[in-house]
């Protein structure tokens, strides 16, 4: 199945493997190994162990995880997680507009890290023709100086920070007003 577009849609890529319904199902159960805290007085504590939670479900279902990212969570078992991480997100938020944007906002860094760890980075260079460390080394001196870092012994230091800083611009934002 393609989209208007013609690019092939998520429902076109399981129909393409013939797995239209167990492929809906295998998103539902990667997601459902995420484990779901009873609401608690630390909604502070909680969104950032859900977030590490659902990181750490991705490298369990790589091949998957694509899939996983791109799905609209629009069954019961998606939709109960939607609401459990709005529930967290709600609590730390002033308005129904600010919680819209924290949520949007760790629903685009969250996905989008798990990605990288599971077909970015892991799976080494996309270029047919990469260039070596030596050109990297001359000619883009802060990249070299960051490589290190991009490395797996280094995955949750980031994702840590950047879920932080993530977090803290958000209670900056509402600060302000």
């Known amino acids: 199945m393609t989209s208007p577009s013609g690019g092939l849609t998520r ?11 167990g492929g ?22 909680q969104l950032p162990r859900l977030c590490h939670d659902y990181r750490a479900m991705a490298p369990r279902f790589p091949r998957l995880f694509p899939l996983i990212a791109l799905h609209r969570h629009n069954t019961p078992t998606g939709v109960a997680f939607l609401e459990r991480v709005l529930e967290l997100v709600h609590a730390l938020a002033r308005n129904d507009e600010e ?5 949007r906002a760790v629903g685009y860094y969250l996905p989008g890290a798990c990605l990288d760890e599971t077909s970015g980075y892991a799976q080494g260079p996309s270029a047919a023709e990469p260039v070596d460390d030596a050109y990297v080394a001359a000619h883009c001196p802060r990249l070299a100086a960051a490589a290190p870092y991009f490395k797996s012994a280094h995955w949750d230091a980031t994702f840590a920070r950047g879920l932080d800083a993530l977090i803290a611009g958000f209670h900056a934002a509402g600060a302000r007003g």
Do not use: I, K, Q, S
């Open 24 to 45: 809906m199902a295998l998103v539902d159960h990667a997601v459902a190994t995420v484990p779901l805290e009873r609401p608690g007085p630390d909604p502070e504590g």
């Open 11 to 21: 429902r076109g890529a399981f129909g393409a493997l013939g797995a239209v319904a």
């Open 99 to 103: 919680a819209a944007r924290l949520f």
